[in-house]
Protein backbone atom coordinates (compact mmCIF):
# COMPACT_ATOMS: atom_id res chain seq x y z
CA UNK A 1 0.00 0.00 0.00
CA UNK A 2 1.21 3.45 -1.44
CA UNK A 3 0.25 6.92 0.82
CA UNK A 4 0.55 10.13 -0.60
CA UNK A 5 2.43 12.34 1.65
CA UNK A 6 0.95 15.09 -0.58
CA UNK A 7 -2.35 14.92 0.72
CA UNK A 8 -1.67 14.97 4.52
CA UNK A 9 -2.82 17.71 6.28
CA UNK A 10 0.40 17.86 8.25
CA UNK A 11 3.35 18.24 5.51
CA UNK A 12 0.51 20.76 4.00
CA UNK A 13 1.13 22.94 6.75
CA UNK A 14 4.60 21.80 6.85
CA UNK A 15 5.17 23.70 3.05
CA UNK A 16 3.04 26.61 4.02
CA UNK A 17 5.18 27.55 7.11
CA UNK A 18 8.64 26.68 5.47
CA UNK A 19 8.05 28.07 2.25
CA UNK A 20 6.09 31.16 3.42
CA UNK A 21 9.06 33.55 2.27
CA UNK A 22 8.60 32.11 -1.22
CA UNK A 23 4.85 31.84 -0.78
CA UNK A 24 4.89 35.70 0.08
CA UNK A 25 7.66 36.68 -3.14
CA UNK A 26 5.19 34.60 -5.94
CA UNK A 27 2.40 36.72 -4.66
CA UNK A 28 4.20 40.23 -4.73
CA UNK A 29 5.72 38.96 -7.88
CA UNK A 30 2.31 37.73 -9.85
CA UNK A 31 0.92 41.12 -9.00
CA UNK A 32 2.53 42.57 -11.80
CA UNK A 33 3.83 40.00 -13.95
CA UNK A 34 4.38 36.36 -14.68
CA UNK A 35 6.57 33.94 -12.83
CA UNK A 36 9.03 30.80 -13.80
CA UNK A 37 9.36 28.88 -10.91
CA UNK A 38 12.28 26.76 -10.81
CA UNK A 39 13.82 23.72 -8.65
CA UNK A 40 15.17 20.43 -8.96
CA UNK A 41 13.09 17.02 -9.23
CA UNK A 42 11.42 16.40 -6.11
CA UNK A 43 12.06 19.73 -4.57
CA UNK A 44 8.69 20.28 -3.91
CA UNK A 45 7.43 23.12 -6.23
CA UNK A 46 4.36 21.14 -6.66
CA UNK A 47 3.59 21.18 -3.24
CA UNK A 48 4.39 25.09 -3.06
CA UNK A 49 2.12 25.43 -6.59
CA UNK A 50 -0.85 23.29 -4.96
CA UNK A 51 -0.59 25.41 -1.16
CA UNK A 52 -1.06 28.73 -3.33
CA UNK A 53 -3.68 27.52 -5.50
CA UNK A 54 -5.63 26.41 -2.29
CA UNK A 55 -4.92 29.45 -0.50
CA UNK A 56 -5.54 31.97 -3.19
CA UNK A 57 -3.46 34.96 -1.66
CA UNK A 58 -4.53 37.23 -4.80
CA UNK A 59 -7.91 37.18 -4.28
CA UNK A 60 -8.16 35.21 -8.53
CA UNK A 61 -12.13 34.92 -9.63
CA UNK A 62 -10.25 31.30 -11.69
CA UNK A 63 -7.01 29.61 -11.12
CA UNK A 64 -6.43 26.78 -13.57
CA UNK A 65 -3.85 23.80 -12.42
CA UNK A 66 -2.27 21.69 -15.07
CA UNK A 67 0.16 19.67 -15.94
CA UNK A 68 3.04 20.27 -18.81
CA UNK A 69 2.27 16.91 -19.88
CA UNK A 70 -1.19 17.15 -19.77
CA UNK A 71 -1.45 20.19 -22.27
CA UNK A 72 1.49 17.87 -24.30
CA UNK A 73 -1.12 15.29 -25.03
CA UNK A 74 -3.88 17.74 -25.68
CA UNK A 75 -3.42 21.27 -26.55
CA UNK A 76 -7.37 22.36 -26.50
CA UNK A 77 -6.64 22.56 -22.73
CA UNK A 78 -4.95 25.93 -23.17
CA UNK A 79 -8.27 27.01 -25.42
CA UNK A 80 -9.92 28.63 -22.88
CA UNK A 81 -7.22 30.84 -21.40
CA UNK A 82 -6.58 32.25 -24.80
CA UNK A 83 -9.77 33.67 -24.88
CA UNK A 84 -9.75 37.53 -23.47
CA UNK A 85 -11.72 38.14 -19.95
CA UNK A 86 -13.42 40.67 -19.89
CA UNK A 87 -12.45 43.18 -16.52
CA UNK A 88 -16.14 44.39 -15.26
CA UNK A 89 -14.39 46.25 -12.56
CA UNK A 90 -11.78 48.33 -11.65
CA UNK A 91 -8.77 46.20 -10.16
CA UNK A 92 -10.11 43.31 -10.45
CA UNK A 93 -7.76 40.50 -10.18
CA UNK A 94 -7.18 38.37 -13.06
CA UNK A 95 -7.43 34.33 -13.64
CA UNK A 96 -4.29 32.76 -13.29
CA UNK A 97 -2.91 29.28 -15.28
CA UNK A 98 -0.30 27.36 -13.69
CA UNK A 99 1.34 25.39 -15.66
CA UNK A 100 3.44 22.29 -13.03
CA UNK A 101 6.28 20.64 -15.45
CA UNK A 102 6.82 22.87 -18.33
CA UNK A 103 9.42 20.74 -19.78
CA UNK A 104 7.48 18.18 -20.76
CA UNK A 105 6.33 20.32 -22.99
CA UNK A 106 7.95 19.54 -26.62
CA UNK A 107 5.74 21.01 -28.73
CA UNK A 108 6.96 23.88 -30.70
CA UNK A 109 3.14 25.30 -31.47
CA UNK A 110 1.79 24.72 -28.22
CA UNK A 111 4.92 26.57 -26.89
CA UNK A 112 4.42 29.57 -28.97
CA UNK A 113 0.90 29.45 -27.81
CA UNK A 114 1.76 29.99 -24.02
CA UNK A 115 4.51 32.31 -25.06
CA UNK A 116 1.33 34.54 -26.56
CA UNK A 117 -0.71 34.06 -23.54
CA UNK A 118 1.91 35.62 -21.57
CA UNK A 119 2.59 38.26 -23.76
CA UNK A 120 -0.97 39.29 -23.96
CA UNK A 121 -1.52 38.62 -20.69
CA UNK A 122 -3.00 42.05 -19.39
CA UNK A 123 -5.14 41.91 -22.67
CA UNK A 124 -6.58 37.73 -22.16
CA UNK A 125 -6.49 38.79 -18.27
CA UNK A 126 -4.20 35.96 -17.22
CA UNK A 127 -1.45 35.44 -15.06
CA UNK A 128 0.82 32.74 -16.02
CA UNK A 129 2.82 30.47 -13.59
CA UNK A 130 5.28 27.90 -14.97
CA UNK A 131 7.43 25.19 -13.09
CA UNK A 132 10.61 23.62 -14.61
CA UNK A 133 13.20 21.33 -13.19
CA UNK A 134 16.18 23.57 -15.27
CA UNK A 135 16.22 26.67 -17.29
CA UNK A 136 13.76 27.24 -19.95
CA UNK A 137 16.20 28.54 -22.84
CA UNK A 138 13.54 29.98 -24.59
CA UNK A 139 14.05 33.77 -23.90
CA UNK A 140 10.36 34.41 -25.07
CA UNK A 141 9.64 32.95 -21.54
CA UNK A 142 11.95 34.64 -19.35
CA UNK A 143 11.21 37.94 -20.74
CA UNK A 144 7.77 38.18 -20.27
CA UNK A 145 8.48 36.65 -16.40
CA UNK A 146 9.90 36.60 -13.40
CA UNK A 147 12.04 33.96 -11.93
CA UNK A 148 12.38 32.25 -8.90
CA UNK A 149 14.41 29.36 -7.76
CA UNK A 150 13.60 26.85 -5.20
CA UNK A 151 15.73 25.60 -2.62
CA UNK A 152 15.59 22.67 -0.43
CA UNK A 153 14.18 22.67 2.86
CA UNK A 154 16.07 23.06 6.02
CA UNK A 155 17.57 20.74 8.77
CA UNK A 156 14.23 21.62 11.07
CA UNK A 157 11.85 21.44 8.52
CA UNK A 158 13.44 17.65 7.54
CA UNK A 159 13.39 16.78 11.03
CA UNK A 160 9.11 17.66 10.76
CA UNK A 161 9.31 15.69 7.46
CA UNK A 162 10.85 12.75 9.49
CA UNK A 163 8.54 13.09 12.33
CA UNK A 164 5.21 13.18 9.46
CA UNK A 165 6.54 9.95 8.23
CA UNK A 166 7.01 7.91 11.85
CA UNK A 167 3.87 9.63 12.63
CA UNK A 168 1.80 7.45 9.71
CA UNK A 169 3.35 4.61 11.02
CA UNK A 170 2.61 5.07 14.72
CA UNK A 171 6.54 4.05 15.27
CA UNK A 172 9.81 5.84 15.78
CA UNK A 173 12.60 3.73 14.94
CA UNK A 174 15.72 5.34 15.40
CA UNK A 175 16.31 6.80 11.79
CA UNK A 176 16.76 10.46 12.26
CA UNK A 177 20.44 10.11 12.85
CA UNK A 178 21.26 8.46 9.89
CA UNK A 179 18.63 11.10 7.86
CA UNK A 180 20.86 13.78 9.33
CA UNK A 181 24.13 11.99 8.05
CA UNK A 182 22.63 11.83 4.41
CA UNK A 183 20.98 15.09 4.60
CA UNK A 184 24.07 17.07 2.90
CA UNK A 185 23.56 14.62 0.08
CA UNK A 186 19.90 15.34 -0.34
CA UNK A 187 20.11 18.83 -0.43
CA UNK A 188 16.80 19.13 1.58
CA UNK A 189 15.11 17.30 -1.08
CA UNK A 190 12.01 16.23 0.46
CA UNK A 191 11.07 13.17 -1.99
CA UNK A 192 14.83 12.12 -1.87
CA UNK A 193 14.58 12.15 2.00
CA UNK A 194 11.14 10.07 2.09
CA UNK A 195 12.65 7.72 -0.58
CA UNK A 196 15.73 7.16 2.16
CA UNK A 197 13.11 6.60 5.10
CA UNK A 198 11.18 3.91 2.91
CA UNK A 199 14.50 2.05 2.55
CA UNK A 200 15.22 2.20 6.32
CA UNK A 201 11.48 0.82 7.40
CA UNK A 202 10.68 -2.13 5.25
CA UNK A 203 7.08 -2.89 5.99
CA UNK A 204 4.18 -3.12 3.56
CA UNK A 205 3.39 0.67 3.85
CA UNK A 206 5.78 2.34 1.35
CA UNK A 207 5.17 6.39 2.15
CA UNK A 208 5.50 8.42 -1.05
CA UNK A 209 5.83 12.21 -2.74
CA UNK A 210 4.25 12.72 -5.84
CA UNK A 211 2.74 15.20 -8.51
CA UNK A 212 -0.79 14.99 -8.36
CA UNK A 213 -1.34 13.82 -11.33
CA UNK A 214 1.02 10.98 -12.46
CA UNK A 215 2.03 9.65 -15.31
CA UNK A 216 -0.03 6.52 -16.30
CA UNK A 217 0.02 4.08 -18.28
CA UNK A 218 4.05 3.26 -18.62
CA UNK A 219 3.84 1.19 -21.88
CA UNK A 220 6.34 -1.65 -21.95
CA UNK A 221 9.10 -0.08 -24.97
CA UNK A 222 9.22 -1.95 -28.05
CA UNK A 223 13.29 -2.47 -28.26
CA UNK A 224 14.51 -3.13 -31.87
CA UNK A 225 18.33 -4.55 -31.26
CA UNK A 226 20.79 -5.78 -33.97
CA UNK A 227 22.91 -9.05 -33.47
CA UNK A 228 25.32 -9.09 -32.10
CA UNK A 229 23.88 -6.62 -29.28
CA UNK A 230 25.09 -3.26 -30.05
CA UNK A 231 25.87 0.12 -27.56
CA UNK A 232 22.88 1.73 -26.48
CA UNK A 233 22.81 4.49 -28.49
CA UNK A 234 21.85 2.28 -30.98
CA UNK A 235 18.94 1.14 -29.18
CA UNK A 236 15.74 2.88 -30.73
CA UNK A 237 12.98 2.88 -28.22
CA UNK A 238 9.25 3.72 -29.91
CA UNK A 239 8.72 5.93 -26.43
CA UNK A 240 10.41 8.36 -24.89
CA UNK A 241 13.65 7.37 -22.85
CA UNK A 242 12.84 5.55 -19.95
CA UNK A 243 13.96 8.49 -17.38
CA UNK A 244 12.37 10.80 -18.86
CA UNK A 245 8.83 8.69 -18.70
CA UNK A 246 9.25 8.16 -14.94
CA UNK A 247 10.23 12.02 -14.90
CA UNK A 248 13.25 11.14 -12.74
CA UNK A 249 11.47 10.15 -9.41
CA UNK A 250 13.30 7.46 -7.54
CA UNK A 251 9.85 5.60 -6.40
CA UNK A 252 8.63 5.23 -9.79
CA UNK A 253 11.59 2.65 -10.45
CA UNK A 254 8.90 -0.34 -8.40
CA UNK A 255 6.71 0.66 -11.74
CA UNK A 256 9.04 -0.54 -14.48
CA UNK A 257 9.55 -4.13 -15.49
CA UNK A 258 13.00 -6.31 -14.61
CA UNK A 259 13.95 -5.47 -18.16
CA UNK A 260 12.63 -1.76 -18.06
CA UNK A 261 14.67 -1.06 -15.11
CA UNK A 262 17.89 -2.16 -16.98
CA UNK A 263 17.18 0.15 -20.10
CA UNK A 264 16.76 2.72 -16.93
CA UNK A 265 20.08 1.94 -15.48
CA UNK A 266 22.18 1.66 -18.79
CA UNK A 267 20.68 4.85 -19.91
CA UNK A 268 22.33 6.69 -16.46
CA UNK A 269 25.50 5.13 -17.07
CA UNK A 270 25.30 6.10 -20.95
CA UNK A 271 24.59 10.03 -19.45
CA UNK A 272 28.08 9.55 -17.49
CA UNK A 273 29.80 9.13 -20.70
CA UNK A 274 30.62 5.61 -20.75
CA UNK A 275 29.67 3.28 -23.64
CA UNK A 276 27.02 0.94 -22.18
CA UNK A 277 26.05 -2.28 -24.24
CA UNK A 278 22.42 -4.03 -23.00
CA UNK A 279 22.78 -8.06 -23.08
CA UNK A 280 19.90 -9.97 -24.98
CA UNK A 281 16.90 -10.48 -23.02
CA UNK A 282 16.50 -14.25 -23.46
CA UNK A 283 20.08 -15.88 -21.70
CA UNK A 284 21.50 -17.75 -18.65
CA UNK A 285 22.30 -14.97 -16.63
CA UNK A 286 25.46 -13.34 -15.33
CA UNK A 287 25.53 -9.56 -16.51
CA UNK A 288 22.62 -7.13 -17.59
CA UNK A 289 24.97 -4.51 -19.15
CA UNK A 290 28.40 -4.22 -20.44
CA UNK A 291 30.30 -1.00 -19.03
CA UNK A 292 33.19 0.41 -21.44
CA UNK A 293 35.02 2.42 -19.27
CA UNK A 294 37.58 4.49 -21.50
CA UNK A 295 40.50 6.03 -19.31
CA UNK A 296 44.40 7.28 -20.75
CA UNK A 297 45.72 4.37 -19.35
CA UNK A 298 43.40 2.00 -20.71
CA UNK A 299 39.99 0.36 -21.24
CA UNK A 300 38.25 -0.65 -18.27
CA UNK A 301 35.41 -4.17 -19.26
CA UNK A 302 32.82 -3.64 -16.71
CA UNK A 303 29.95 -6.37 -16.04
CA UNK A 304 26.71 -5.15 -14.02
CA UNK A 305 24.10 -6.95 -12.94
CA UNK A 306 20.35 -4.90 -12.55
CA UNK A 307 18.11 -6.76 -9.64
CA UNK A 308 14.58 -4.58 -10.21
CA UNK A 309 13.39 -5.73 -6.34
CA UNK A 310 10.78 -4.76 -3.90
CA UNK A 311 11.84 -2.66 -1.07
CA UNK A 312 11.97 -5.04 1.63
CA UNK A 313 13.64 -7.95 -1.08
CA UNK A 314 17.30 -7.62 -0.44
CA UNK A 315 19.69 -8.73 -2.65
CA UNK A 316 21.83 -11.87 -0.86
CA UNK A 317 25.39 -13.51 -1.47
CA UNK A 318 24.59 -15.28 -4.70
CA UNK A 319 24.24 -12.92 -7.39
CA UNK A 320 27.28 -11.73 -6.29
CA UNK A 321 28.47 -14.88 -6.06
CA UNK A 322 27.27 -15.37 -9.77
CA UNK A 323 28.81 -12.06 -11.03
CA UNK A 324 31.94 -12.68 -9.91
CA UNK A 325 32.27 -16.21 -11.89
CA UNK A 326 30.99 -14.68 -14.80
CA UNK A 327 33.90 -11.87 -14.08
CA UNK A 328 36.21 -14.55 -13.95
CA UNK A 329 35.51 -16.39 -16.75
CA UNK A 330 35.33 -13.46 -19.24
CA UNK A 331 38.63 -11.79 -17.47
CA UNK A 332 36.39 -8.33 -16.63
CA UNK A 333 38.08 -6.09 -15.00
CA UNK A 334 35.22 -5.05 -12.63
CA UNK A 335 31.54 -5.77 -12.02
CA UNK A 336 28.26 -3.84 -10.22
CA UNK A 337 25.08 -4.85 -8.77
CA UNK A 338 22.49 -2.17 -9.01
CA UNK A 339 19.15 -2.72 -7.43
CA UNK A 340 15.80 -1.00 -6.18
CA UNK A 341 16.34 -2.57 -2.99
CA UNK A 342 19.39 -2.95 -0.78
CA UNK A 343 22.02 -5.32 0.08
CA UNK A 344 22.02 -8.10 2.90
CA UNK A 345 24.56 -7.90 5.82
CA UNK A 346 26.21 -11.26 4.50
CA UNK A 347 26.65 -10.13 1.00
CA UNK A 348 28.24 -6.30 2.06
CA UNK A 349 30.49 -8.83 4.04
CA UNK A 350 31.32 -11.11 0.69
CA UNK A 351 31.66 -7.96 -1.53
CA UNK A 352 34.89 -6.96 1.24
CA UNK A 353 36.75 -10.03 -0.38
CA UNK A 354 36.48 -8.03 -3.72
CA UNK A 355 37.17 -4.36 -2.35
CA UNK A 356 38.66 -3.39 -5.59
CA UNK A 357 36.79 -5.38 -8.10
CA UNK A 358 33.52 -4.94 -6.86
CA UNK A 359 30.74 -2.09 -6.46
CA UNK A 360 26.88 -2.49 -4.63
CA UNK A 361 24.57 0.03 -5.75
CA UNK A 362 21.35 0.22 -3.76
CA UNK A 363 18.36 2.37 -3.93
CA UNK A 364 19.65 5.26 -1.92
CA UNK A 365 22.81 5.39 -4.34
CA UNK A 366 20.29 5.38 -7.33
CA UNK A 367 18.51 7.65 -6.18
CA UNK A 368 21.27 10.01 -6.65
CA UNK A 369 21.88 9.20 -9.27
CA UNK A 370 18.35 9.11 -10.99
CA UNK A 371 17.56 13.23 -9.84
CA UNK A 372 21.40 13.96 -10.33
CA UNK A 373 22.84 13.71 -13.91
CA UNK A 374 26.91 14.06 -14.57
CA UNK A 375 29.46 13.21 -16.38
CA UNK A 376 31.78 10.73 -15.24
Do not use: W
Not at 37 to 46: D, N, S, V
Not at 257 to 274: D, H, K, L, T
Request: proline share 5%.
Amino acid sequence: MKLDISDDEHFKQLIRRSRRDEFNQMAQILRHDHLVLYGEQGIGKTALLEAFRLENPLGYERIGFRSGYEIELDESLLAPYLIPRPVTRFNEPPGLLIIDGFQDIRSAAIKEKIATLMKEGRKTGYRVILSARRQINEKVFENNARTLRLQGLNERDIDRLVDIFYNERNEHPDAVLTIRELMQEFNGNPRAVLSALNMLVKDECEFIYQNPMLIEGLERPKIILEEPPKIITDIRLVNKKILDKIGRRPEAVYQLSPRQFEMMVAEIFEERGYSVELTKETRDGGKDLIILDQRDIGNFLIYAECKRYAPGNPVGVSVISDLIGRMSADRATAGMVITSSYFSPDAKTFKTKFEHQMQLIDFLKLSTMITKPDNK
